[in-house]
Each structure stands twice: as structure tokens, then as C-alpha cells.
């Protein structure tokens, strides 16, 4: 099986769809002729025509209401905003107008509009390049939002995404583009070659919207994540020997809520960890279900890992970040609780 980086299984699963469904565009900024600036779409422009693969101005808000007319008119438009901290121009648009318009029409019209934006930091990006936003529209109604960890699910979802009749946030962490990252500063990413994840099949498959995944067994304590820390979660429990099981959230709404009460139910302890601002972040929802469904067989509080409750700080991004040694150390104090 061939291996991919999240960068080349994103632009893969695209060139699918564009392949089999005339209807499937793409519009944003750069993304024709320069290929976007993560290279995710280079070379579907040469491939499919500027009718089909749209260079669109510095207007997220225009974007992405080009985007929902097109959808409502028998398109599947695939959006990207640059980066997800862009994304706040076309807020409105997203949420008084493509997540109400299949309730409000009652069912009359739909706009299956898939978009997609790189999210997080650890790429010393600043304040304006590096912000977690998935809180904010996992809140709004009638949009799906998900965020992958890896490549093969990258391309699985993303062709879910764009072949579903529903509105979907496609969060893509551009920390792990290229390949997966244990939370240390002083280490680059390394290859998706020696990870299991980074073998991708050439042709066409998906990975449904709404499922969770296990992505390491285990038995003392729980941690529920996603994106980056997914991989920060895998180091730091191999660096404290405690028997950690690891579940991938992946769709963050709509949630498979089942796969992550069976976790916890079974090990007794939870911590959730997420790279966006703690407080009002996805995770307290997380907590709030696992507290409800979990409560008899919790030894432990639920324990959280998150951002600081600051704007993203540029000068101390790794402090910031939820790393390998914070996690370890809230690991150790979740552990000690009698």
C-alpha cells in the first residue's frame, strides 16, 4: 500500500471525487494556479480546468457564500480558507445561512458544502495562523465538523465529507501535515512512513462521519482526543508506562458518544485533552457526557488538558501547547488520585 503525508492524502481524495463527479469544485484563495500554500490541491487546477478549481480573492465571506449558492444549485463545492483563523469573515454566512437552510426551507433546498482549513499551531505561525476554532462551530447546528489525526482517515473523511448532503467543517492539523509529532519542540515531525496510519490506498474509500476510534489499547485510564495531540497523547503514555487507552475522536459533531463511555466505563479514568483555549473549549461537552454515562465506574475526577485561557501567544507557543510533558505529568497526577 502506498504511503501518503496528510498533505497528499487530502489532495488525493480530491482528485477522486473531481474525477467521478463532474459537480465536485474547488474554490479559494490560491488554490489553482499556486496549488494553495500547504500544496493540497497542486496540480488539480492543471488537471480539471479554472471552471472547476476556482481562485477566489481575499473574501472568506464571499467565499463561502459563492460556495452555498453553488451548492443549492446542484454543485458540491469544496471551500478552503486558508487557515482556520480566517475563517471569522463567512462566520455569518456558515451559520445564519448554510447551517439553517435545510430547516428553515424544510427540507427544500440543501447546500452540501464541504470546507476546509488548517487549524492549530506548533509552526511558530502567531496569533493569525495558528488558532483550534472547532468549539465554536461544533456548537452550531446543522453543520458536521470533523478533524482528522492522520492521513488514511484524512482521505476517508474528506471524501465523506464532500459526498454527504449536510454542511461539513473540515479541520485539518497542519502541525501533522506531514507527519505525526510527540509534543517535543526540540524534535521535528517525523516521516508517516513508519506509522501504520501513513499507508493510504490509491483508490477510493471513506471513513463514515461519527465514529471514534481506539487507537491504543488500554486498560488504567482513558484519554479522549484529537488532531496533534492525538500523537502527543501516544508518546507521553509509552513515557509513563501506565496502561493508557488513547480514543481519536475524529468527528467532533457528530459524536460517537458510545465508543467513548465504553472507554472510560472500562478503565475507570478519563482525561481529555484538546490544543484550543480550556475554557468553553470541546472539551468541557466531552466531560459533561462522560461525567452523565461514566459517573459509577469513575475513580477520578475527569481530568483536562488544554490551551491557556489567553490569545495564542507567540512568544511562548510551547508553553501554550499541550505537549508531551504536560500530558505526561497529568497522566502521573490523574494516577494518583486514590
Not at 478549481?53 to 454543485?75: H, K, Q, S, T, Y
Not at 479541520?171 to 506531514?178: A, G
Not at 509513563?240 to 466505563?265: H, K
Request: charged residues 20%; glycine residues 10%; negative net charge.
Amino acid at each position: 500500500m502506498p504511503q501518503m503525508n496528510m498533505i497528499e492524502a487530502i489532495r488525493s481524495a480530491l482528485d477522486i471525487v473531481m474525477d467521478q463527479d463532474p459537480n465536485v469544485v474547488i474554490l479559494g484563495e490560491d488554490v489553482g494556479y499556486f496549488g494553495g500554500v500547504f500544496r493540497c490541491t497542486d496540480g488539480l487546477q492543471r488537471k480539471y480546468g479554472d471552471h472547476r478549481v476556482i481562485d477566489a480573492p481575499i473574501a472568506e465571506g464571499g467565499i463561502i457564500g459563492a460556495a452555498i449558492g453553488m451548492g443549492v444549485n446542484g454543485l458540491r463545492p469544496v471551500a478552503e480558507i486558508q487557515f482556520a483563523d480566517y475563517i471569522y469573515p463567512g462566520f455569518d454566512q456558515i451559520v445564519s445561512e448554510l447551517a439553517r437552510l435545510r430547516y428553515r426551507s424544510c427540507g427544500e433546498f440543501f447546500s452540501p458544502v464541504t470546507i476546509r482549513t488548517p487549524c492549530g499551531g506548533g509552526i511558530r505561525g502567531g496569533q493569525t495562523h495558528s488558532q483550534s476554532p472547532e468549539a465554536i462551530f461544533a456548537h452550531v447546528s446543522g453543520i458536521k465538523t470533523v478533524m482528522p489525526s492522520n492521513p488514511y482517515d484524512a482521505k476517508g473523511l474528506l471524501i465523506s465529507a464532500i459526498e454527504t448532503d449536510d454542511p461539513v467543517l473540515f479541520f485539518e492539523p497542519k502541525r501533522i501535515y506531514n507527519g505525526p509529532f510527540d509534543g517535543d519542540p526540540e524534535k521535528p515531525a517525523v516521516s508517516w512512513s513508519a506509522h501504520p496510519k501513513g499507508e493510504v490506498p490509491d483508490g477510493y474509500y471513506t471513513v463514515p462521519i461519527g465514529t471514534a476510534e481506539v487507537v491504543r489499547e488500554g486498560s488504567e485510564m482513558t484519554i479522549i482526543t484529537y488532531g496533534t495531540l492525538v500523537h502527543v497523547a501516544v508518546a507521553a503514555a509509552e513515557a509513563t508506562g501506565v496502561d493508557v487507552e488513547i480514543v481519536d475522536v475524529r468527528s467532533i459533531a457528530p459524536l460517537d458518544t458510545e465508543t467513548l463511555v465504553a472507554s472510560v466505563n472500562k478503565t475507570g479514568r478519563c482525561m481529555i485533552a484538546h490544543e484550543a483555549t480550556r475554557f468553553g473549549g470541546y472539551g468541557a461537552e466531552l466531560a459533561a457526557r462522560i461525567q452523565k454515562d461514566c459517573f459509577w465506574n469513575l475513580e477520578a475526577p475527569i481530568g483536562r488538558i488544554a490551551g491557556w485561557d489567553t490569545p495564542y501567544p507567540h512568544a511562548f507557543e510551547w508553553q501554550y501547547f499541550p505537549g508531551k510533558k504536560r500530558m505526561v505529568a497529568g497522566i502521573r497526577s490523574l494516577m494518583e488520585v486514590e
